[in-house]
T-cell receptor
Framework: KAGVTQTPRYLIKTRGQQVTLSCSPI?????VSWYQQTPGQGLQFLFE???????NKGNFPGRFSGRQFSNSRSEMNVSTLELGDSALYLC?????????????FGPGTRLTVL | AQSVTQLGSHVSVSEGALVLLRCNYS??????LFWYVQYPNQGLQLLLK??????LVKGINGFEAEFKKSETSFHLTKPSAHMSDAAEYFC????????????FGQGTTLQVKP
């Protein structure tokens, strides 16, 4: 079974631009969560999508948004990029059933904002 | 609010020595607890999890952890460290079963000396 895939793996943008990151979950998984990882703040939850609906949201500004498609693939978008948005963005997929299961993480997208 | 504290951002052990990584959590309701490992330039991999039942949980690669409610702890141990165990380890808590949100500790970097 293929794992979680994220594209692109590396991205360089300049301040003020916007960026879209993509995540393809494991087949059959309906939940996709996004996390931001930085040396200073560690791993922080951005949001979770389940069956195309945002189920939970972290404490990030509105510049960070996401969506999920009918095939469970998810995208996150960051508008008006700031230097502080430089981070590793990880997505994780899960079956999404009632009993907490393992979240499978992708390799991440390394975003650098210049 | 839920939180996770990992004591010690860096832990160094000799190959063959006991590994002990400490994790304490704060939660007003019974938590679900996880340990993840991250190797350089990779995503997170689940080592083990506690949801319900037996408080001593065995995971992959010889790791285990014990859930101690009275101490609000979930320390990770391995009897004998191997060079390949060098990585960053994250403890995480998840409170509600109907959301994929994980709250992570700051991480502990494990160094294994030959």
């Amino acid at each position: 079974k293929a794992g979680v895939t994220q594209t692109p793996r590396y991205l360089i943008k300049t301040r003020g631009q916007q960026v879209t990151l993509s995540c393809s979950p494991i087949s059959g998984h309906r939940s996709v969560s996004w996390y931001q990882q930085t040396p200073g703040q560690g791993l922080q939850f951005l949001f979770e999508y389940f069956s195309e609906t945002q189920r939970n949201k972290g404490n990030f500004p509105g510049r960070f948004s996401g969506r999920q498609f009918s095939n469970s693939r998810s995208e996150m978008n960051v508008s008006t990029l700031e230097l502080g948005d430089s981070a590793l963005y990880l997505c994780a997929s899960e079956k999404g059933q009632a009993i907490p299961d393992e979240q499978f993480f992708g390799p991440g997208t390394r975003l650098t904002v210049l | 609010a839920q939180s996770v504290t990992q004591l010690g951002s860096h832990v160094s052990v000799s190959e063959g020595a006991l590994v002990l990584l400490r994790c304490n959590y704060s939660s007003s309701v019974p938590p679900y607890l996880f340990w993840y490992v991250q190797y350089p330039n990779q995503g997170l991999q689940l080592l083990l999890k506690y949801t319900t039942g037996a408080t001593l949980v065995k995971g992959i690669n010889g790791f285990e952890a014990e859930f101690k409610k009275s101490e609000t702890s979930f320390h990770l141990t391995k009897p004998s460290a191997h060079m390949s165990d060098a990585a960053e380890y994250f403890c995480a808590v998840r409170v509600w079963s109907n959301t994929g949100k994980l709250i992570f500790g700051q991480g502990t970097t494990l160094q294994v000396k030959p």
